[in-house]
């Protein structure tokens, strides 16, 4: 492992939901297919919204980086990749799995764990979010090999608790926002130690620098348009002068996705590592490198929740309203009775249920936060996802109903 001074430690999340197609009141206890429908005319049928994605970030995406590892022995990176987003890639993109298959194969890419279905369940029931965080490092063994040793919370949700639990799971390592309210004065360019734990090291994004990529870089009313790789390279010297890391957290969908291929981005990227390795010293690390290679310099102490949505920084992008909270509430109330049944395909459908989008999509936000709500959203308007998810839960109810009565028809 090459040991370097100062390491961008870059870390990007894949991840796709399987959506609620529109669904009828009229359709409960007679079609219990929730999320998939070739019928669906929305623009956002689940095979045709994954292989756009694939064809614009994914394929191209997956192609520069392991240009980039190919070029560049010490490029090296971190990612994480949700079950569902696994799921639909062993359905409808084998090409899209072995892409990630041969970046994970040069040995300089590390997954990092988190909930198999991108849930907020830590926040409602430890019991389905450890089965959730098991399934998922269980998935990745099998499809990657690797068993992760870092772990993110969906939606980088982070406290006190959570690291207390990460601590106590053996993770090594935990990824969170560098929030201005929780660093203070103190600079996310640190490895830190959540408080009241014992081993565990703490990486936080450093969210200005994150966001110039991920929000800010095809944007022509930005003062700093066009961002180039040259320019980026000395931001990220001058981050790094005395601090011995930079954590660069993204989506993975930032390139080529959030950022079309037009605005240049995959251009600036490929460019970077080679721009930024000309100053002796840089380097890159993985999230577990960066952990091993630099001491912890203080305790970060997060009694509240903190996110990486939204100006606010909070879980209000998924219970801001009370559709969202009563949605999340009913759904997580069935847990006992559902997992009782033993039905894998019910089991199956209540967990997809769980997946956070589902409850962004009922965010009633506005102005900036509220158009990228609107902009990954597949419906007309926040009353509609939460009208389709109630009558979906409805459905599970009644199947719920059938079994308990033992009139549910297995075959």
């Excluded at 409808?92 to 909930?115: C, H, M, P, Y």
């Excluded at 991108?118 to 490092?137: D, G, T, W």
């Amino acid at each position: 492992m090459s040991q370097t001074k100062r390491s961008i430690v870059l870390y990007m999340h894949v991840h796709q939901p399987k959506r609620i197609r529109p669904y009828s009141v009229f359709e409960t206890a007679n079609d219990h297919n929730y999320f998939d429908n070739p019928n669906w005319d929305h623009g956002s049928h689940n095979r045709k919204i994954f292989r756009k994605v694939a064809e614009k970030s994914y394929l191209p995406t997956n192609a520069m980086l392991l240009y980039l590892l190919n070029q560049h022995p010490e490029f090296r990176f971190s990612l994480s990749i949700t079950g569902t987003l696994l799921e639909q890639a062993e359905m409808w993109g084998q090409d899209v799995l072995e892409s990630f298959k041969r970046l994970t194969e040069t040995g300089r890419v590390e997954i990092v764990a988190e909930t198999y279905y991108h849930s907020l369940a830590f926040f409602y029931s430890r019991a389905e979010f450890e089965s959730q965080v098991n399934a998922h490092k269980q998935k990745i063994q099998q499809l990657f090999g690797q068993t992760p040793q870092v772990f993110r919370n969906t939606e980088l949700a982070y406290n006190n608790d959570l690291a207390y639990w990460a601590d106590k799971a053996g993770y090594k390592g935990i990824l969170a926002e560098g929030w201005d309210a929780v660093l203070g004065w103190r600079s996310p360019n640190f490895v830190y130690r959540p408080s009241y734990t014992k081993n565990i090291r703490l990486l936080l994004k450093n969210y200005k620098l994150s966001d110039d990529i991920a929000f800010r870089f095809g944007n022509k009313g930005w003062e700093q348009w066009p961002l180039t790789a040259d320019k980026y390279t000395h931001w990220l010297n001058a981050a790094t002068e005395n601090q011995p890391i930079v954590n660069l957290f993204m989506d993975y969908e930032t390139f080529g996705e959030h950022q079309w291929e037009d605005t240049g981005v995959f251009e600036f990227f490929k460019h970077l590592p080679s721009k930024w390795l000309e100053r002796e010293g840089n380097g890159f690390a993985t999230v577990s490198e960066a952990i091993v290679q630099n001491d912890p310099v203080d305790f970060i102490d997060t009694p509240q929740t903190v996110t990486w949505a939204d100006t606010e920084r909070d879980l209000t992008a998924w219970l801001g309203n009370s559709m969202q909270q009563e949605a999340l509430k009913h759904l997580y109330d069935l847990e006992e009775r559902i997992l009782q049944t033993g039905d894998d395909g019910l089991i199956a459908d209540w967990r997809n249920l769980q997946t956070s989008d589902h409850a962004y999509y009922m965010c009633t936000k506005w102005f900036n936060d509220g158009d990228v709500h609107a902009y990954f959203s597949p419906y007309d308007s926040p009353y509609d996802a939460f009208l389709y998810f109630m009558n979906v839960l409805r459905d599970v109810r009644w199947r719920l109903s059938e079994h308990e009565k033992g009139s549910w028809n297995y075959g």
